[in-house]
């Protein structure tokens, strides 16, 4: 247990320095903002360009290690859905709101920062391939389900536009597909411009705890705690226990693959949710709340998949 909490309780340390900051008026919003555009817009961007660059892509890039963590989301998107529809009477668009909460991870700021901690730098060449193609998943079933849910839905074309103005306008997914346009034509990376992406990666992760600590700050809890502790469940639960079932079961994955999806799968949503929200007006609250609890949470049922998987 205290080697599992080794693995943990840095990375939430970071986070909780990054609240507490924020909290006694050390960072104010804009500057926590700061933190954050810079991590999400330009040191992250450069730490997935360069993993993508380095990954041996037919070797990563298999049906059996994307199909577990992605059928896993699926099915927490699916029940959290049925749930705000079935259990909590929302409308057709809110749904779809509530389940992206329960759809998209928090795999970047959190996610590989752990599997990084707990399984070493091997086992990161399966987390970039999962986060390669993350965002465009997520936001293809999301924007999908959301137009073809809405009364006003504009029709096909214009749903298309904004599942690629979503997927395609923001860096994370530019530093991926810039990535991959190096890695299969073999273009070469000069080492100046290689060490300077390298600085700015290792910066990557330790300024985005930080941002998402100082960010959690401004976030309330509101009304909506029933759906919140849905997604939490669907989530930190069901994601990761499918995954692991898939994984296992179906495709008897050895450890050293199953254990990093299975950990991946167990993070908590990311503020994505809130912006996803945000676009569609929709369940702001309870999206925000997710983010806030479920992290909180995860500090717990993080170690306790930890421990599971050995």
């Given at each position: 247990?205290?080697?599992?909490?080794?693995?943990?309780?840095?990375?939430?340390?970071?986070?909780?320095s990054?609240?507490?900051?924020?909290y006694?008026?050390?960072?104010?919003?804009?500057?926590?903002?700061?933190?954050?555009r810079?991590?999400?817009?330009?040191?992250?961007?450069?730490?997935?360009?360069?993993?993508?660059?380095?990954?041996?892509?037919?070797?990563?890039?298999?049906?059996?290690?994307?199909?577990?963590?992605?059928?896993?989301?699926?099915?927490?998107?699916?029940?959290?859905?049925?749930?705000?529809?079935?259990i909590?009477?929302?409308?057709?668009?809110?749904?779809?709101?509530?389940?992206?909460?329960?759809?998209?991870?928090?795999?970047?700021?959190?996610?590989?920062?752990?599997?990084?901690?707990?399984?070493?730098?091997?086992?990161?060449?399966?987390?970039?391939?999962?986060?390669?193609?993350?965002?465009?998943?997520?936001?293809?079933?999301?924007?999908?389900?959301?137009?073809?849910?809405?009364a006003?839905?504009?029709g096909?074309?214009?749903?298309?536009?904004?599942?690629?103005?979503?997927?395609?306008?923001?860096?994370?997914?530019?530093?991926?597909?810039?990535?991959?346009?190096?890695?299969?034509?073999?273009?070469?990376v000069?080492?100046?411009?290689?060490?300077?992406?390298?600085?700015?990666?290792?910066?990557?992760?330790?300024?985005?705890?930080?941002?998402?600590?100082?960010?959690?700050?401004?976030?309330?809890?509101?009304?909506?705690?029933?759906?919140?502790?849905?997604?939490?469940?669907?989530?930190?639960?069901?994601?990761?226990?499918?995954?692991?079932?898939?994984?296992?079961?179906?495709?008897?994955?050895?450890?050293?693959?199953?254990?990093?999806?299975?950990?991946?799968?167990?993070?908590?949503?990311?503020?994505?949710?809130?912006?996803?929200?945000?676009m569609?007006?929709?369940?702001?609250?309870?999206?925000?709340?997710?983010?806030?609890?479920?992290?909180?949470?995860?500090?717990?049922?993080?170690?306790?998949?930890?421990?599971?998987?050995?």
């Amino acid at each position: 247990m205290l080697q599992i909490l080794e693995i943990v309780l840095p990375v939430f340390l970071v986070i909780g320095s990054g609240y507490l900051a924020a909290y006694f008026k050390l960072f104010s919003a804009a500057q926590a903002s700061a933190l954050m555009r810079f991590a999400t817009q330009l040191a992250i961007p450069c730490l997935l360009f360069m993993a993508i660059v380095r990954l041996d892509l037919g070797k990563e890039f298999k049906f059996e290690i994307l199909a577990p963590f992605y059928i896993g989301a699926v099915c927490s998107f699916g029940l959290v859905w049925l749930g705000a529809g079935l259990i909590f009477k929302h409308n057709p668009g809110v749904r779809v709101a509530i389940g992206f909460a329960g759809l998209f991870s928090n795999l970047v700021l959190i996610g590989l920062a752990i599997i990084e901690l707990a399984y070493g730098a091997a086992a990161l060449k399966v987390a970039f391939a999962i986060v390669a193609m993350h965002a465009p998943f997520c936001y293809i079933l999301g924007i999908t389900a959301m137009e073809f849910s809405r009364a006003d839905g504009l029709g096909l074309a214009e749903t298309l536009r904004r599942v690629f103005k979503q997927v395609f306008s923001n860096t994370l997914m530019l530093g991926i597909m810039l990535g991959f346009i190096v890695n299969l034509t073999h273009l070469p990376v000069p080492g100046p411009l290689e060490t300077a992406l390298d600085l700015f990666a290792r910066a990557a992760l330790p300024v985005a705890l930080f941002g998402l600590g100082a960010m959690l700050m401004s976030y309330r809890l509101r009304s909506g705690l029933g759906e919140v502790g849905m997604i939490t469940v669907g989530m930190l639960i069901v994601h990761p226990l499918v995954a692991y079932v898939i994984g296992h079961f179906v495709f008897n994955l050895p450890p050293e693959l199953l254990n990093p999806i299975v950990v991946l799968a167990a993070m908590p949503p990311g503020m994505n949710v809130y912006i996803f929200a945000e676009m569609y007006n929709r369940a702001q609250g309870i999206a925000a709340s997710s983010v806030l609890v479920s992290t909180v949470l995860s500090v717990v049922t993080i170690s306790i998949w930890l421990a599971i998987l050995g």
